[in-house]
């Protein structure tokens, strides 16, 4: 299709023809919704890709009435400037291209100056002396951040030319690749030339045009040695990249619908589990007791309302019991939902046979809570067993146990606040000046239905759909190859990632071309917009189009294109050098806003979907799973509290013991353990052989002494001194004689012990059990 | 008197016999709760843990006067009680009184003595009387006996009869000092302090004999609701039915229990009683009244044990759990 006709359609259809009007609706959406720009330095926390819109010239700024509402009131433009070099007047720019190759200079200018010769081997870095190309007042700030310079030029004189020149020029350059002409006379040429240049090195790889040459001639000044060169990330080639999406698109659906499945399994096994109780509970057989007091109060416990905590059921139903008159029971209710509560912070254990004093005892480690429940504990006692009047004591109590209660609660919702204000909203609505909540503001005020595009690209089947494609949103090879399908379908796809762009299209992105200023419209659009119409981006990035692509340039800067449209079957592909148009920022600048509304209305879609840094790809590790999802700082804080749990609970893991100190065991120690044995192994009967023996020995040595062996008058000796009847003692020893004879290892029985228990009674009774 | 008054009284007893006996708090408060309740005391530990000391300096505090016998293998009754003496320039019998006829009695090593002798004092702490010769004698009023044994040495000691331990309200442990209460103690000893002679102890007395009946008397002002009667009543129960006790505590155990547990109460400021003071004072009250079953000694259980395991299960009455 012609290129010029689409255009010409465009304007015809473009529902909205007055630019300025785009202007100044645009403006008032701005006053309307207080996006969350900078009030002032000291509270602004600009990201880096919103620091660049404060970098632009301040003839750029001139356009843009409300630039103070994005940046600070004071802020220069300097840092937005400075990423690659900050010394001084010595710094680094360059040229990238993407997947083709890089191109970096250097340059040094302390004078504002555009000095310098051209660099040896006839590749020059770009030239930049757009300090002169706008008003003339920057040169310093900005030539600072410019390539190398090729040829010698003068700020202050060759502005207005090196603008016009630089842009017709380029444009040329874009056209007539390979006319590199590394001209040290001209500023005006040198841009163009450069321009060339970069085109050519396109394909080549990567070549260098140092900047410390180039100084040196122009400004005849030492110049410094150039700091060191920041590293290219590194770049992963496909097929890892492959493996690892795939690795990281099955771990985490596996992962998530197991944490589902086991969570969803457990609600219903509760359920299920309370069900069948309360269905056996209810299955009384006639004659089972009726119901008890306390099961009619649990019941009505339970009846309350669902929402409602125990602790909150106990206190309600203290205040119902108040209310009726039973103060007892409403204090009992009190001091239950105390200890209810300590229980859930794990200080006590609740158990019917703890006593108030054990529950106190219990929390002398935390004394800030021993002490009001301590005074609580004592003012339920008072009513409980003390007889003390429990309508004036139960106001206390309850106000007690309540703000007790109650702080805990209030720790928790101020954790719950804390939390929820962590979260980062995930909406398109997004309001800083790098998201998108602006736009999606203007396009609805004209009836343009966009959303943030929810659904993988693949499932992309609306034919009259327009997807735009924003910063971080890189597609991989696979949903490359179903966009362009879809777009040849009649699929309508705006490219403004910032690169990686398929080969296919021919296509790439040059980033920091810095050649400033205004985007201009090809000749037709100017016709139409008007000269005094401007479009302003930051960062000066530009494409690169190759020889063979079907690409048509519709926005130019200077010396590079800026927008592309290609024609793809039915559908229709835009490519911006970046995403600047379609962020909050952009369109307080120039008529950035008349752009991006006429182009989405000239496109004319039903639908209009954005994808973004949470497009449709997952994250390749958990790392940028949790950045994506913007979880970190919630973590941070769960750790924190974590943190903060245990030093407040202390770090042991389990139940202080002492230490068992080793030590050499006592007699009485062998010969408790030694009985042990014997009661574990049920040998009671060879217990008391060994015992009876040495008793009757001892009891003959004792009282005896010599009168005889016979048992009859031992009995009758020890039936004198215990003051036992003689037969009960005559049969202890006949029972100890008749073990003493059995040879048994094993067996017996607690008779055993008895009677071992009543000859140790015997031998107490005579001297002693031991002698 | 009231309660704030008794408490007061009982926090200065404590705090001067404190000031001597340093280290012991359970046992101070033990000894005077067994005052108050009108029992007596069996202390149970070795040799040189002031045991004498404590009756001496409770007997100064309470402004009462006091006694020590020392139990070995020949006294004889009459040595405790006394007896009928003849006056020959008389010639007339006239009694004696023994050093049972005071109102702080120290015991020492009661169990050095044989069954006979140490009967001699089973009237004199059930009754407050001492009978001799079919003359029945009143003892000062309060009367009140500390006996001490020594778990140790058994080499020529008779056990407590059964009937002789129960006359006492409590069996209290005294174990050794720690190590910075025992660095106290000598520190105290280098600036001059001597366990023989109390008066430099600066001990001063609190009440006398008849504040402390008074104190005695105001314990029938204690509440005890009724719940804890079932409480105490199903804990002396559970000593009878537990299979690890072969001899659980009488009906005297109850009453010494609710008696222990009025005057806890009353020293705690509060004019009724509640389920742990009674849970507090059950160990000393029943250990001595138990015997425990031989498979039980056995296994190494204590009488302390099983009444643990018998507190663990007893419902704690009006409890909300």
Redesign the interface.
């Known amino acids: 299709m012609n290129v010029a006709a689409l255009f010409a359609l465009w304007f015809a259809s473009a529902p909205v023809a007055d630019m300025h009007e785009f202007r100044t609706q645009a403006q008032e959406l701005f006053k309307q919704k207080k996006y969350h720009f900078c009030k002032d330095k000291k509270t602004c926390s600009l990201s880096a890709e919103e620091m660049k819109w404060c970098g632009l010239s301040s003839s750029e700024k001139s356009h843009w009435s409300d630039f103070e509402q994005l940046c600070p009131p004071d802020y220069d433009g300097q840092s937005a400037f400075t990423e690659d070099g900050e010394d001084g007047g010595n710094s680094e720019g360059g040229i990238t291209i993407r997947g083709v190759s890089r191109v970096r200079g250097s340059s040094e200018d302390k004078s504002g100056s555009c000095g310098g010769e051209a660099a040896e081997g006839g590749v020059e870095g770009t030239q930049d002396c757009s300090g002169g190309q706008g008003a003339g007042n920057s040169g310093a700030s900005q030539s600072r951040q410019m390539g190398s310079i090729s040829g010698a030029s003068e700020s202050g004189s060759g502005k207005g030319q090196g603008q016009e020149q630089g842009g017709s020029v380029g444009e040329e350059g874009s056209q007539q690749q390979g006319q590199d002409t590394a001209s040290g006379s001209s500023h005006g040429e040198g841009q163009g030339g450069n321009a060339d240049s970069m085109a050519n090195d396109g394909g080549e790889g990567s070549s260098r045009g140092e900047g410390e040459d180039a100084g040196a001639g122009g400004s005849k000044e030492e110049v410094p040695p150039p700091p060191e060169k920041p590293q290219e990330p590194e770049v992963l080639p496909p097929e890892r990249l492959e493996a690892q999406a795939s690795t990281a698109s099955w771990i985490g659906p596996v992962l998530f619908w197991t944490i589902l499945v086991l969570g969803l399994g457990f609600v219903i096994f509760v359920i299920l589990r309370n069900f069948l109780s309360s269905r056996s509970g209810e299955k009384q057989t006639p004659d089972a007791p009726s119901r008890t007091r306390k099961q009619e109060e649990q019941t009505a416990l339970l009846a309350q309302p669902a929402s409602l905590s125990d602790i909150e059921r106990l206190l309600l139903r203290a205040q119902q019991a108040a209310a009726s008159g039973n103060y007892e029971a409403a204090v009992g209710d009190c001091y239950a939902a105390l200890l209810r509560k300590l229980e859930q912070e794990g200080l006590v254990r609740l158990s019917r046979f703890n006593t108030s004093g054990d529950y106190v005892r219990s929390l002398a480690a935390h004394a800030q809570v021993q002490i009001p429940v301590q005074e609580i504990v004592r003012r339920v006692d008072q009513v409980q067993f003390g007889a003390h009047q429990p309508q004036e004591l139960f106001t206390q109590i309850f106000s007690q146990v309540s703000a007790f209660v109650r702080t805990s609660i209030h720790l928790a919702c101020l954790f719950f606040i804390l939390t929820i204000a962590a979260c980062q909203k995930i909406e398109p609505k997004d309001t800083r000046p790098a998201g998108q909540a602006a736009l999606i503001d203007l396009a609805t005020a004209y009836e343009l239905n966009i959303e943030h595009q929810k659904w993988p690209i693949t499932q992309l089947d609306r034919k009259d759909q327009t997807l735009i494609l924003l910063r971080h949103s890189n597609p991989r090879s696979e949903q490359w190859d179903a966009l362009l399908d879809w777009v040849a379908d009649g699929g309508s796809l705006i490219v403004a990632n910032g690169g990686g762009l398929p080969e296919e299209l021919g296509i790439s992105v040059i980033e920091r071309n810095h050649l400033g200023g205004p985007l201009t419209f090809r000749q037709a659009w100017a016709e139409r917009l008007g000269t005094d119409f401007k479009l302003f981006v930051p960062d000066y990035n530009t494409l690169l189009v190759a020889e063979n692509s079907q690409a048509s340039v519709v926005l130019s800067r200077n010396a590079g294109p800026y927008g592309v449209w290609i024609s793809r079957g039915s559908g229709r592909i835009v490519v911006l050098a970046d995403d600047h148009l379609f962020t909050n920022g952009a369109l307080l600048a120039g008529d950035n806003a008349a752009f991006v509304v006429g182009v989405l209305s000239w496109l004319g879609s039903e639908k209009i979907g954005f994808v973004d840094a949470q497009g449709w790809h997952g994250p390749h590790n958990p790392f940028e799973a949790i950045a994506n999802s913007r979880l970190l700082p919630i973590l941070l804080q769960f750790m924190a509290l974590m943190g903060i749990f245990f030093v407040h609970r202390g770090v042991t893991l389990g139940t202080p013991r002492n230490l068992i100190v080793k030590s050499r065991r006592a007699f009485t120690q062998h010969v408790q353990a030694l009985g042990i044995q014997y009661a574990k192994s049920r040998a009671s009967r060879y217990a008391l052989r060994l015992y009876a023996t040495w008793a009757l020995e001892r009891l003959r040595d004792r009282i005896m002494l010599g009168k005889g062996t016979g048992l009859f008058p031992l009995a009758k000796a020890v039936a004198q001194q215990t003051g036992l009847s003689e037969g009960e003692v005559m049969q202890i020893l006949v029972e100890a004689h008749s073990a003493r004879q059995e040879a048994a290892a094993r067996g017996g029985s607690s008779e055993d012990l008895q009677l071992i228990h009543k000859l140790a009674r015997i031998m107490q009774t005579t001297g002693g059990i031991r002698s | 008197m009231n309660i704030p008054q008794f408490s007061q009284l009982c926090g200065q007893i404590c705090t001067q016999v404190g000031q001597v006996l340093l280290g012991q708090k359970e046992v101070i408060d033990h000894v005077l709760v067994a005052i108050l309740a009108r029992g007596h005391l069996l202390l149970e530990g070795v040799p040189g843990l002031g045991k004498t000391l404590l009756v001496r300096s409770l007997a100064t505090v309470l402004g009462c006067h006091s006694k020590r016998i020392q139990f070995t293998p020949d006294l004889m009754p009459s040595d405790v009680t006394g007896g009928n003496i003849f006056n020959q320039r008389t010639e007339q019998f006239e009694f004696l009184p023994g050093p049972v006829f005071t109102q702080l009695l120290l015991a020492d090593e009661i169990n050095r003595a044989p069954a006979k002798t140490q009967s001699a004092l089973l009237e004199a702490m059930q009754e407050r009387s001492v009978s001799i010769d079919g003359v029945t004698r009143p003892l000062p009023h309060p009367f009140f006996v500390l006996a001490t044994q020594n778990p140790i040495e ?6 407590l009869p059964d009937a002789q331990l129960d006359r006492f309200l409590f069996k209290i442990h005294v174990s050794h000092p720690a190590k910075a209460i025992e660095k106290q103690l000598l520190t105290n000893v280098l600036q001059g302090f001597d366990a023989a002679a109390l008066e430099t102890a600066k001990l001063v007395p609190v009440i006398d004999s008849k504040i402390l009946v008074d104190m005695q008397m105001f314990l029938n002002h204690i ?1 005890v ?1 009724e ?2 009667l079932d409480y105490i009543t199903e804990i002396i129960s559970q000593t009878r039915s537990h299979r690890s006790i072969y001899l659980g505590a009488s009906p005297r155990a109850s009453i010494a229990l609710l008696q222990s547990a009025r005057a806890w109460a009353a020293m705690q400021s ?7 003071d009674i ?2 004072l059950a160990p000393a009250v029943l250990r001595h009244r138990l015997v425990l ?3 039980a000694e ?3 259980l204590s009488a302390d044990s099983c009444i643990q395991s018998i ?6 009455p ?4």
């Open positions: 058994s080499q020529g000691t008779y056990p509440r609701d719940a804890l509060r004019e009724f009683v509640i389920p742990d849970k507090y079953q031989p498979e056995f296994e190494g507190l663990q299960d007893v419902p704690v009006k409890s909300v759990a």
